[in-house]
């Protein structure tokens, strides 16, 4: 089963909205993706909001940054 993990982003990103969209294949495979909106909070915008979007495993907190393909998610993903 892959990990789960977060999609650092906003509303009105248009990579966010690229990346979501290219993770949409892996979420029909079952790997589960939490949406974070980066504004709702102050450390994750201070943390993000010159990088998003940010792909993060919960289980080793590792990220994987934009741009990123979807061989490269398979990969960090294993």
Known sequence: ???E???FGTVGCHLCEVAEAMLMEF???GLLVELVDIVKDE???EAYSLRIPVLRRVD???ELGWPF????VV???R
């Not at 393909?69 to 490269?72: E, F, I, L, V």
């Open 1 to 3: 089963m892959p990990p």
């Open 5 to 7: 993990c977060q999609l």
């Open 27 to 29: 979420v029909e495979r």
């Open 43 to 45: 450390t994750w915008y």
């Open 60 to 62: 080793t907190g590792a």
């Open 69 to 72: 393909s979807a061989d490269q």
């Open 75 to 77: 990969a960090f993903l």
